[in-house]
């Protein structure tokens, strides 16, 4: 990765000072408090909108592939459902697991009969029996959590043999994507609140993009489909911005 030849200036302005806030949040630190409040606003006006949403819904594409018709599905950190049109068919329940009420109610307006919310802390056990779940949903979600091995391993529990995990992550750590949000999100923040960018971008985003997927093949997830946008035929995560996924549990 090209982050791995850049200075260490450099790489703090595109992805934050890890070295001095490390990756786990601090629950009780005056920017954290500041930044949980200010993220709805955050979210709807950099990710819902021009540029970040046509970024977004890149990733949501990987679900044509897939019918979730009549299948037990499960969604970690759903957001509002932004990837509810890109669905191929009706799944019996849908689980969905968020520590923000605010996302769970309005996922719940949009698929009322099939809901089923579950509002928990950060790095809680997912309240699901074993083998319980056909398709694990997770857009934009696996680079936030600071124990990914471990929830890796709680999906595996929850998910069928042969069942699916279907899901987006933006390439943190790749030069295009840590240009993008110097360019966009990180201006966003800094016009509209004191907060420590890159003190937040440390701790929201602990995972790169490479983590991750060495991640997958580590706890013995097979890799049944992979495509990067917007230049697919690249294959670089430097280059790219967003990496779309298909794994099965066997």
Do not use: C
């Amino acid at each position: 990765m090209i982050r791995n030849f850049l200075s260490k200036k450099i790489n703090y302005a595109l992805f934050g000072n890890r070295d001095l806030y490390g990756l786990k949040y601090v629950e009780n630190d005056e920017d954290w408090i500041k930044w949980n409040k200010f993220y709805q606003n955050f979210y709807l006006n950099t990710q819902k909108k021009g540029v970040g949403n046509i970024v977004n819904e890149w990733g949501y594409k990987v679900l044509k592939k897939t019918s979730l018709n009549k299948k037990n599905v499960f969604e970690l950190g759903p957001g509002n459902l932004p990837h509810y049109k890109f669905w191929i068919g009706q799944p019996e329940k849908f689980y969905a697991v968020d520590v923000n009420e605010k996302f769970l109610s309005q996922t719940q307006k949009k698929i009322p009969n099939i809901f089923k919310g579950i509002k928990v802390e950060r790095y809680d056990i997912i309240p699901l029996e074993d083998n319980s779940i056909d398709i694990i949903l997770t857009f934009y979600s696996l680079e936030h959590l600071y124990d990914l091995d471990k929830k890796l391993l709680e999906f595996k529990r929850i998910l069928k043999k042969n069942g699916k995990i279907i899901g987006a992550i933006p390439n943190e750590g790749g030069i295009a994507w840590g240009i993008g949000r110097y360019l966009t999100s990180r201006r966003y923040v800094s016009k509209n609140s004191n907060i420590n960018y890159n003190k937040i971008i440390s701790w929201e985003h602990p995972n790169f993009s490479d983590q991750i997927i060495s991640s997958f093949k580590k706890n013995n997830l097979k890799i049944d489909y992979i495509k990067m946008y917007p230049f697919n035929f690249i294959k670089s995560l430097d280059f790219n911005l967003v990496t779309t996924f298909i794994l099965s549990k066997y």
